[in-house]
Nanobody, 120 residues
Framework: QVQLVESGGGLVQAGGSLRLSCAAS????????MGWFRQAPGKEREFVAT????????DYTNSVKGRFTISRDNAKNTGYLQMNSLKPEDTAVYFC?????????????WGQGTQVTVSS
């Protein structure tokens, strides 16, 4: 089993930046792809970005393309989500997960989430 812990969330003004981190408990992190999802109040959890095991392949939901960058450092068992040009509609709890693709059903392990709030 892989335990995932997110950090880096917070309150930021529109146009600002945040970098989320996802620390994994095991070296086997490198055997999994990784994804970021988010869930706003009253809404379903939605896909944000995903990255393959070796980092060679990435994908993003359209609303964050050009603003967010997903990356990983397998030597540190850590994944990242760099978020730039943040908008109020990016406000949500952000979750990292072990797996790959845009469907949440592709993911076996989930973190507890970190809150991101973007003020206008």
């Amino acid at each position: 089993q892989v335990q995932l812990v997110e950090s880096g969330g917070g309150l930021v003004q529109a146009g600002g930046s945040l970098r989320l981190s996802c620390a994994a408990s095991k070296r086997t992190f490198s055997t999994y792809g990784m994804g970021w999802f988010r869930q706003a109040p009253g809404k379903e959890r939605e896909f944000v970005a995903t990255i393959s095991r070796n980092g060679g392949s990435t994908d993003y939901t359209n609303s964050v393309k050009g603003r967010f960058t997903i990356s990983r450092d397998n030597a540190k068992n850590t994944g990242y989500l760099q978020m730039n040009s943040l908008k109020p509609e990016d406000t949500a709890v952000y979750f990292c997960a072990a797996g790959y693709g845009s469907s949440r059903y592709n993911y076996a392990y989930w973190g507890q989430g970190t809150q991101v709030t973007v003020s206008s």
